[in-house]
C-alpha cells in the first residue's frame, strides 16, 4: 500500500498525456500470497508494470494478459488466480472464463488464491478542428457532449469564438506529442485552408475531412501534390466531410461530421473486440 500516492499520480499523469493504459486492483485474498488485498499496479500498453505491486511470478503472466487484452477492447476483467488442486474442484482450466470471470493457475509453493480486477483507462477520444468557421464553433460545442477531448487550432484572434474546448493552439501546428486516437477536422473555409490541410496531413489520424465542396477539395489537393505532399497522406481526406443528410445550418452540419466520426470510432471498436476475441 506504499505505493498509492505514486499511483494515483501518475494515474493522473497518464490520463493527463492520453495515454492508454490498465489500472489492477488486488481485491480478494485467500491463504499466503504476496500481495494483499488493496494492492494495484499500472500496466502499461506494452504490457510493462510502470509502478505498483500485485505479487510476484504466480500471478504475473495472467494479470498481464488480461490488462493488454483490456486496452485493446476497452472491457474489464476479473482473473482469478488459483492453485491448481481448486481449479480442478471447480471444474475449470487455467484460461476458462465462467460469469466474467478468467481463471488462471498458481503454481506457487503458496497455494494462495488471489483475485485481480483489471480495468482499462482508455483516453477520450481527440477531436482536432483547424479553423474558426461556424462549422468549427458548432462542431466544438457539441462534441465534449459525446466523451471528445476536443482541440481547436485557430489564430489566436479567433479563439474567442470558442466557449467549449479542452486545448487550445495558435495557428494550424498540431500537437504530435498527444498519444489519443484523433479525428481531424479542417474548417478554416477560406481562412487558410492549405495551410491548414498540410498541417492536417503532416499527423496521423483516424479521420481527416474537409468542410467545403468536392470540387474545392480537389483544387487544394492538386495545388498541394504540385509542391510535394505526399499523394498516399492526402487519399485519405474526406470531402465534403460528414454523412450525407441534408445539413445546411453550421449546426446541421456539425452533427453530420460528429455523427460520421463517432460510426467510425463504433465500427473500429467493435472491430478490435472481434480481434481479441478471435485470439
Not at 469564438?161 to 489519443?180: K, L, P, Q
Not at 492549405?194 to 480537389?218: D, I, N, Q
Request: hydrophobic fraction near 45%.
Amino acid at each position: 500500500m506504499g505505493h498509492r500516492p505514486d499511483i494515483l499520480t501518475q494515474v493522473a499523469d497518464l490520463t493527463q498525456a492520453g495515454e492508454a493504459f490498465a489500472l489492477a486492483t488486488v481485491v480478494r485474498t485467500v491463504a499466503a500470497t504476496a500481495a494483499k488485498a488493496g494492492a494495484k499496479a499500472i500496466i502499461r500498453a506494452d504490457g510493462a508494470i510502470s509502478e505498483g505491486w500485485i505479487g510476484g511470478g504466480c500471478a504475473r503472466a495472467a494479470v498481464l494478459k488480461a490488462a493488454r487484452e483490456a486496452i485493446d477492447d476497452g472491457k474489464p476483467r476479473l482473473v482469478s488466480v488459483q492453485p491448481e488442486d481448486l481449479l480442478a474442484e471447480r471444474g475449470v482450466a487455467a484460461g476458462t472464463e465462467r460469469n466474467g470471470i478468467r481463471f488462471a493457475r498458481n503454481m506457487c509453493p503458496s497455494k494462495g488464491t488471489m483475485d485481480v480486477f483489471v480495468e482499462p483507462m482508455l483516453p477520450a477520444p481527440g477531436l482536432v478542428i483547424l479553423g474558426s468557421s461556424p462549422v468549427a464553433v458548432a462542431l466544438a460545442d457539441i462534441a465534449p457532449r459525446f466523451g471528445f477531448h476536443v482541440t481547436v487550432c485557430a489564430p489566436k484572434a479567433e479563439q474567442a469564438a470558442f466557449v467549449e474546448a479542452d486545448a487550445r493552439i495558435d495557428g494550424f501546428m498540431m500537437d504530435t506529442a498527444d498519444g489519443r486516437r484523433r479525428y481531424v477536422v479542417v474548417s478554416t473555409q477560406g481562412r487558410g485552408d492549405e495551410a491548414a490541410l498540410s498541417a492536417a496531413v503532416s499527423t496521423p489520424s483516424a479521420y481527416l475531412a474537409f468542410v467545403g465542396s468536392r470540387a474545392k477539395a480537389e483544387t487544394l489537393v492538386s495545388r498541394m501534390q504540385e509542391r510535394g505532399v505526399d499523394a498516399g497522406a492526402l487519399a485519405a481526406l474526406k470531402a465534403p466531410a460528414g454523412l450525407d443528410i441534408g445539413a445546411i445550418t453550421p449546426d446541421e452540419i456539425a452533427l453530420s461530421i460528429l455523427g460520421e466520426i463517432i460510426a467510425l470510432r463504433r465500427r473500429d471498436l467493435r472491430h478490435q473486440i472481434q480481434r481479441v476475441e478471435a485470439t
